[in-house]
């Protein structure tokens, strides 16, 4: 059973930078593909960035392009994504979500929810203005 557990949300300041971490006690998350979406009230879940298993291709999508940065923290079993600056957008429920042994080239399936097998219960992210 993969049990996955995000932390790090919070109330940021404006400008400032924020880091989530998923982990997943028990697994090596090096061995998944991990994706990070995120939720606000009333509208559907999306994409934010998404990392395919051991050391491969990353991708971002929208307002996280070239502000959040996803990475594996292999010492602590964990996948990062700092997220830097501040967008409308950032305000949310963010989910990280896992599939074993996914290797991508292009973001079709990165980006797809139906393509994760296990999901976190989110953390909240606020932004102070």
């Known amino acids: 059973q993969v049990h996955l557990v995000e932390s790090g949300g919070a109330l940021v300041q404006s400008g400032g930078s924020l880091s989530l971490s998923c982990t997943a006690p028990?697994?090596?998350?090096?061995?998944?593909?991990i994706g990070w979406f995120r939720q606000v009230p009333g509208k559907e879940r999306e994409a934010v960035s998404c990392?395919?298993?051991?050391?491969?291709?990353?991708y971002s999508v929208g307002s996280a392009k070239g502000r959040f940065i996803l990475s594996r923290d292999e010492l602590n079993n964990a996948v990062v994504l700092q997220m830097n600056g501040r967008n409308p957008e950032d305000p949310a429920v963010y989910y990280c979500a896992a599939v074993r042994g996914r290797y991508y080239v292009g973001t079709v399936y990165c980006f797809d929810a139906k393509e994760y097998n296990y999901w976190g219960r989110g953390t909240q992210v606020t932004v102070s203005s």
């Open positions: 990392i395919s298993s051991g050391d491969g291709s990353k």
């Open positions: 028990g697994i090596s998350l090096d061995e998944y593909a």
